[in-house]
């Protein structure tokens, strides 16, 4: 079992910053990539970011050079640095780390971007 809670998250003008956490606990040892997804209000929940054990990660196009993912082992932790916020970047952001075929998820937290 992998536990996460995610925090961070709030309101922001566009061009802003924040950034979110992700605290995992429990099996964390077997965690193989961890990542970001949000879901917008009538949208289907979207993979963000990830990071894989390897410390390689990836991004969905729409926050490529926006966003930038990482973690701290010592932590056990993963952020998500978001700059230049946009309108559409507004959502509720959902931690998930994954351990074989299996799914974890944090609780989510919101981000909502407002002009």
């Known amino acids: 079992q992998v536990q996460l809670v995610e925090s961070g998250g709030g309101l922001v003008q566009p061009g802003g910053s924040l950034r979110l956490s992700c605290a995992a606990s429990?099996?964390?040892?077997?965690?193989?990539?961890m990542g970001w997804y949000r879901q917008a209000p009538g949208k289907q929940r979207e993979l963000v970011a990830v990071?894989?054990?390897?410390?390689?990660?990836n991004y969905v196009d729409s926050v490529k050079g926006r966003f930038t993912i990482s973690r701290d082992n010592a932590k056990n932790t993963v952020y998500l640095q978001m700059n230049s916020l946009k309108l559409e970047d507004t959502g509720v952001y959902y931690c998930?780390?994954?351990?074989?075929?299996?799914?974890?998820w944090g609780q989510g937290t919101q981000v909502t971007v407002y002009s």
């Open positions: 998930n780390a994954r351990v074989g075929v299996v799914h974890y």
């Open positions: 429990g099996n964390i040892f077997s965690i193989y990539v």
């Open positions: 990071i894989i054990s390897d410390g390689s990660t």
